[in-house]
T-cell receptor, first 109, second 114 residues
Framework: GQNIDQPTEMTATEGAIVQINCTYQTSGFNGLFWYQQHAGEAPTFLSYNVLDGLEEKGRFSSFLSRSKGYSYLLLKELQMKDSASYLCALMDSNYQLIWGAGTKLIIKP | DADVTQTPRNRITKTGKRIMLECSQTKGHDRMYWYRQDPGLGLRLIYYSFDVKDINKGEISDGYSVSRQAQAKFSLSLESAIPNQTALYFC?????????????FGEGSRLTVL
């Protein structure tokens, strides 16, 4: 079967760095996505990893290790507007997305 | 204007009523999806459609039906709503490029079944 785990909630300070982890188990893998979702709003695409390594996009970076079934999203220079839920999603062998429950990130001044 | 538009944005209804949620898109994408989101759970796929003549059940299709009226329109129906269908519903679209698979979401439809 398939399973995705990520922490339910994290707290960080404005200006700091935070790493949100995502672990998964799957029989087929075609990529891993990170989405951001502000409360009451639609998810928006942040990153996509299909090969091992780090993808950097401004203040946000995403890392993937396929052998370990592990990904993380790294957010630098945190801003209050980064307070949101961060959703990890796995694309399975049928190119369907399996979603984690999301990590609610709280940024404190 | 939003590229993916859902109506209604909020709806309160009673058990047993028929409800339709509508989705229209101006992105020109062939693929459209309906998801529901519940607190503490990940997004769950209800139905998806890869073109006008293609409809597929997702993970949780029981109690729901869909209609793909045109490339730009994909409607979700609850024939007889029940309280555990209270949730936030999202429509999404994507291009048929498997290398990215990025989904573009509508703003969501919050449904409450009393």
């Amino acid at each position: 079967g398939q399973n995705i785990d990520q922490p339910t909630e994290m707290t960080a300070t404005e200006g700091a760095i935070v790493q949100i982890n995502c672990t998964y188990q799957t029989s087929g893998f075609n990529g891993l996505f990170w989405y951001q979702q502000h409360a009451g709003e639609a998810p928006t695409f942040l990153s996509y990893n299909v090969l091992d390594g780090l993808e950097e996009k401004g203040r946000f970076s995403s890392f993937l290790s396929r052998s370990k079934g592990y990904s993380y999203l790294l957010l630098k220079e945190l801003q209050m507007k980064d307070s949101a839920s961060y959703l990890c999603a796995l694309m399975d062998s049928n190119y369907q997305l399996i979603w984690g429950a999301g990590t609610k990130l709280i940024i404190k001044p | 204007d939003a590229d993916v538009t859902q109506t209604p944005r909020n709806r309160i209804t009673k058990t047993g009523k028929r409800i339709m949620l509508e989705c229209s898109q101006t992105k020109g994408h062939d693929r459209m999806y309906w998801y529901r989101q519940d607190p503490g759970l990940g997004l769950r796929l209800i139905y998806y459609s890869f073109d006008v003549k293609d409809i597929n059940k997702g993970e949780i299709s029981d109690g729901y039906s869909v209609s793909r009226q045109a490339q730009a329109k994909f409607s979700l129906s609850l024939e007889s709503a029940i309280p555990n269908q209270t949730a936030l519903y999202f429509c999404a679209t994507s291009e048929p490029n498997r290398d990215t698979g990025e989904l573009f979401f509508g703003e969501g439809s919050r449904l409450t079944v009393l």
